[in-house]
């Protein structure tokens, strides 16, 4: 009984003391990519016009940014390549569109819609857990650039993980995205715009 005691005493000691060796880094660089953990449903009605993704515009103030590890003191910020953030959102809208059945088309010229979407804000807040928030500005065309409807949508995502983690700015990301995409397939101006 003595020697298990020992070695869980032992056991302590050292985990405690490579705890507490754990620095605090000067940055958290994120490969951003879309790795949603939940599912976006799709819309009640599916429009069949052909449907045309451009590329987003990213408008956010600071690009290269997308949040902060604000746990201590000092404040750490997390930051991925603005051209990552623009391709993860593009492929989430793409693959999302389509697995909605929707009718996504790789050319403007064959489409019957075209979607303009600004990144507007994106931000991931981590203190005891991640809190990300994107919002965009979209607007729906048809082929003649007709705005056929123009506004803003958002989403939110909340997720636990470890301190740090790139990994888990990059899915509250996406959850965030996930969300987002939600509210637009649920908004029937949107969806009565894309038929």
């Given at each position: ?11 302590f ?36 016009s052909?449907i ?6 990213d ?13 201590n ?17 593009e492929?989430?809208?793409k693959t ?32 005891n857990?991640?809190d ?23 989403g ?27 509210n637009?397939?649920n ?5 009565k715009?894309?038929?």
């Open positions: 009984m003595r020697k298990i005691a020992w070695k869980a005493f032992i056991m000691v050292v985990l405690s003391s490579s705890i507490g060796c754990l620095t605090t880094p000067e940055l958290i660089q994120v490969r951003m990519d879309y790795t949603p953990t939940n599912m976006v449903e799709p819309p009640k009605d599916k429009p069949g052909a045309f993704i451009s590329p987003i515009t408008k956010r103030k600071n690009p290269d940014q997308i949040g902060a590890n604000n746990e003191p000092k404040v750490v910020p997390a930051k991925a390549s603005a051209q990552e953030v623009v391709s993860s959102m492929t989430a809208f999302e569109f389509a697995r909605a059945g929707l009718n996504v088309v790789d050319s403007k010229e064959n489409a019957q819609r075209i979607i303009d979407v600004s990144l507007v804000s994106l931000w991931v807040a981590e203190k857990t991640f990300a928030a994107v919002v965009t500005h979209v607007e729906v065309k048809d082929k003649d650039g007709k705005v056929l409807d123009s506004q803003g949508f958002k939110a995502a909340t997720r636990w993980g470890s301190s740090y983690s790139a990994e888990e700015y990059r899915k509250a990301v996406s959850d965030a995205v996930v969300e987002l995409l939600k637009m397939f908004n029937d101006a949107f969806i715009s894309l038929g």
